[in-house]
C-alpha cells in the first residue's frame, strides 16, 4: 500500500507531486498518532516542507492502492479552528478553502470527550469526512470500549477502529477512504443550544450576499464568536454583517452572563459528553484497574515531587551524560595519545600543519563529540518517546508563563541542549510571534552540543565536573533573568494552551536510534571534516603568522577585562563558525588537548563562560534569520555578545578572589 514508483506523476527532478485528482487530508489532536496513519498510508513516498509563505510544516504523501493514486495531506496537530496559531489558520483554511475529497478526523479513542470537541468544529465546516478511531488498544487497556456503530449513526460518518502503530485497521481505513470518496457523504448536523440555534438561522439568512468561500453555519458560528479574521472578512464587503452578528452576540452573552465564545466552546463540550455518554460501553468486567499512566502520574504531576521528579530528570541526564562521556573519553584519549607519540614523516612547516593541525582535530573530535553528545541524545530520545517530556512542560508550564510563554517551551528549550538550530525551527510550536521571538532568543542561550562540549573539554575535564554543572546552572539562571527582561520590553501578546498529555508507553528502540542517528549524523558528516580540515586551516594561518595581528587588537578586551592568554581573540572569532571551534583552535595552537596545562582553572572557566553565552554559531544566526529576519538577528547577536564580555570581566575578577 505504500507510494508507487516511476507512475508519471512525480517530477523525477525536484521530487515534488503534482496535482491528483483525489486528496484526503488527515485533521485531528496532536499526540493522537495521526503520523502513525500517515505513515502506514504513504509509505516512503512522503514530501516534508512548509506551506507556501508560511513557517508550518506540511507534510504530504502519495496512497497507491487498487490503481488509485490519492494524495495525502497530515494538517498539524491542533485542538480548534481558532486564529491563535498558524497551525489552525493553514488546517482551516486548506479544509474550507482547497475542499479536500474526504477528511480522515483521527481520534484517540482513549479520550474520546476531548478529541469529539474538535470532531464537532470539523463538522460545522460541512466537510464529507471519516473517523479513525484509533489507539483503542489504550481504551481496552483503560477497560473501556466504544460502540463504533452507534458513533457512526450519531454523527452520520463512517468510524473505523485502528491501532495505527501496529498497522491494524489500516486495510479497512483505506477501503473506507476509498469508498467515502466515491459517495461524498456528508456527516449530520449537530445542533446546539435552541438560544444558539435561533439567532444562528437568522444570521444565515443574511450570508448569502457575501461570498467568503467558507460554509455559512460555520462563519455564521465563527461571527457569534467574534472570530476577528471572519469578522474582517465582511468588514469590507457588507459592515452591516458583523454589526448584526454582534447584536445577536450579545444578545446570548444576556442570557448566559458570559461571552458569546465562551458559550459556544460550552455548548460544543456539552454536545461531546452527551455523545461520548452514548457510545461508552459498560465497563468490561473484570478489566477496570489502575493504569501505568496514572501510577506513574501520581509522582511526574504531583504539586512537589512532580518538580522534584522533573529537576531530577533534566539535571541527571546532564550528569549522566558527563560520567559516561568522562570515561569513554578517557578510554579513546589513552588509545589515541599512543599513536600521537609517533613522530611524522613529514618535517617542517608541512608536519606542523598536517601532523599537529589535522590530527589534533581528529583526536579533538573524537574524545569530545562522541563520548558525551551521543549518551545525551540517546537519553533525550528516551524521555522523548516515553510520554514523560510532555508532563514536564506541564509541570513547569506555571513558570513558563513569568516569561511569557506556556509549557511548551520547555520542548524547544530542552531540545537546545541538543542543537540549537532545530531547536529555533521547533519554536513555531507558539501561537504569537512575541511568543515565538521570545523563544528563539532563549534558544540561543541554551548551551547546546557544541558549547557543550567546550564546556566539558574546558572545565569539567581540567578543572571539575561541578564547576562543568555550575556553569549550566548559571545557563539557567540567566535564560531566566534575560527572559523575564526581554517579555516586559518586548511588544505583541502571550497566550496560554492546554497541554495535551499522552498515555506512558515503552519507548522504541527502533524509534530512539533514529532520532539518536538524525541528531548526529550531522557531527560525523560535517563536524569531523571541519575539525580535521579547520584544524589544519588555523595550523596553517598560524605557522604563517597571520593570527598575530587579530589576537593584538583584542588583547584589552580578551587580555585585561577577560583574563584570558593573548591567543583567545582568534580562540572566540573562530567560535563564531561553531563553538566547538574554540577547542580546536587551542589544541592547534598549542599542540596539545591537555588544556589544564597551559591555562589556569580561572582561565578555563572564564573562557567556557564566554563562550557560552556570547554570539551564536553562525548556523544559528542564519536560522534566525530566516524565521525572524536579519534586524532580530542581528539583535540577538548584539546583545548575547555585550552580555557574554560583561558577564566574562566580572567572572574573572570574582573567581581571582577565591581560586
Known amino acids: 500500500m505504500a507510494g508507487c514508483k516511476n507512475c508519471g506523476q512525480c517530477d523525477p527532478a525536484s521530487k515534488k507531486m503534482k496535482d491528483f485528482k483525489r486528496v484526503v487530508a488527515l485533521a485531528g489532536n496532536s499526540n493522537v498518532g495521526k503520523s502513525a496513519i500517515f505513515n502506514q498510508l504513504t509509505g516512503v513516498d512522503q514530501i516534508i516542507g512548509n506551506w507556501p509563505g508560511k513557517t508550518v510544516e506540511r507534510a504530504e504523501g502519495l496512497l497507491h492502492h487498487k490503481g488509485l493514486r490519492i494524495k495525502i495531506i497530515d494538517l498539524p496537530g491542533i485542538y480548534s479552528f481558532s486564529t491563535y496559531s498558524m497551525e489552525e489558520i493553514v488546517s482551516r483554511d486548506f479544509i474550507a478553502l482547497e475542499k479536500p475529497d474526504i477528511v480522515v478526523n483521527v481520534i484517540d479513542a482513549s479520550a474520546l470527550e476531548r478529541n469529539l470537541f474538535f470532531t464537532l468544529q470539523l463538522i460545522e465546516l460541512g466537510v464529507p469526512m471519516v473517523i479513525a478511531l484509533n489507539q483503542v488498544d489504550l481504551m481496552e487497556k483503560k477497560g473501556l470500549s466504544i460502540d463504533a456503530k452507534k458513533l457512526e449513526e450519531i454523527l452520520g460518518v463512517s468510524v473505523v477502529t485502528t491501532v495505527a502503530i501496529k498497522g491494524i485497521g489500516i486495510n479497512r481505513l483505506t477501503e473506507i ?256 510571534q512575541k511568543q515565538k521571538t521570545l523563544l528563539a532568543y532563549l534558544v540561543t542561550l541554551i548551551p547546546c552540543t557544541a558549547r557543550t562540549i567546550v564546556i566539558l573539554g574546558l572545565v569539567a575535564t581540567f578543572v571539575s565536573i561541578w564547576w562543568g554543572m555550575a556553569l549550566y546552572v548559571f545557563d539557567i539562571l540567566l535564560i531566566i533573568v534575560v527572559g523575564r527582561i526581554a517579555f516586559k520590553v518586548m511588544p505583541g501578546e502571550s497566550v496560554g494552551l492546554i497541554i495535551e498529555m499522552a498515555d506512558y508507553h515503552v519507548p522504541s528502540l527502533n524509534v530512539i536510534l533514529k532520532q539518536t542517528w538524525a541528531r548526529t549524523k550531522s557531527l560525523i558528516i560535517i563536524v569531523f571534516p571541519a575539525y580535521i580540515i579547520g584544524s589544519a586551516v588555523v595550523q596553517a594561518l598560524y605557522a604563517f603568522g597571520a593570527l598575530t595581528p587579530i589576537n593584538n587588537a583584542l588583547m584589552p578586551l580578551t587580555v585585561w577585562w577577560l583574563g584570558l592568554p593573548a591567543v583567545s581573540g582568534i580562540l572566540l572569532i573562530f567560535g563564531i563558525v561553531r563553538k566547538e571551534m574554540t577547542l580546536l583552535t587551542l589544541a592547534v595552537i598549542f599542540h596539545t588537548t591537555n588544556f589544564g596545562s597551559i591555562m589556569t582553572p580561572v582561565q578555563l572557566i572564564v573562557l567556557a563562560l564566554v563562550s557560552m553565552i556570547y554570539i551564536p554559531c553562525l548556523a544559528n544566526i542564519l536560522a534566525m534569520a530566516s524565521e525572524f529576519g536579519w534586524r532580530k538577528a542581528t539583535a540577538v547577536t548584539i546583545a548575547e555578545s555585550g552580555t557574554a564580555i560583561m558577564i566574562g570581566g566580572i567572572a574573572f575578577r570574582l573567581l581571582s578572589l577565591f581560586m
Open 177 to 432: 477512504i476509498i469508498d467515502a470518496i466515491e459517495n461524498k457523504k456528508l456527516p449530520n448536523k449537530i445542533k446546539y443550544g435552541q438560544e444558539i440555534e435561533q439567532r444562528l438561522e437568522k444570521l444565515i439568512a443574511v450570508l448569502g450576499n457575501v461570498n467568503t468561500g467558507y460554509p455559512s453555519r460555520w462563519t455564521g458560528i465563527k461571527l457569534i464568536e467574534k472570530d476577528s479574521e471572519i469578522r474582517s472578512l465582511f468588514e469590507k464587503a457588507d459592515p452591516n454583517v458583523p454589526i448584526f452578528a454582534d447584536s445577536l452576540a450579545d444578545e446570548i452573552e444576556k442570557i448566559h452572563g458570559e461571552p458569546s465564545g465562551i458559550v459556544i466552546t460550552g455548548e460544543r463540550y456539552h454536545v461531546a459528553d452527551m455523545i461520548a455518554h452514548k457510545v461508552f460501553r459498560d465497563i468490561m468486567p473484570g478489566m477496570k484497574k489502575r493504569t501505568l499512566t496514572e501510577t506513574l502520574d501520581n509522582i511526574a504531576l504531583h504539586p512537589v515531587l512532580g518538580y522534584v521528579t522533573a529537576i531530577m530528570v533534566i539535571g541527571g541526564l546532564l550528569v549522566w551524560t558527563f560520567l559516561i562521556g568522562a570515561r569513554v573519553s578517557d578510554f579513546i584519549q589513552n588509545f589515541l595519545t599512543a599513536i600521537e607519540q609517533y613522530e611524522p614523516v613529514i618535517t617542517g612547516t608541512i608536519q606542523n600543519i598536517i601532523w599537529n593541525g589535522a590530527f589534533t582535530g581528529f583526536v579533538a573530535g573524537v574524545t569530545l563529540i562522541i563520548p558525551y553528545v551521543i549518551p545525551f541524545y540517546l537519553i533525550l530520545a528516551f524521555i522523548e518517546d516515553s510520554g514523560y517530556l510532555t508532563r514536564i512542560s506541564f509541570m513547569l508550564d506555571r513558570g513558563m508563563h513569568k516569561l511569557g510563554l506556556h509549557g511548551k517551551a520547555v520542548i524547544p528549550l530542552i531540545l537546545g541542549y541538543g542543537c540549537n538550530v532545530p531547536a529555533i525551527y521547533s519554536c513555531r510550536i507558539m501561537e504569537t
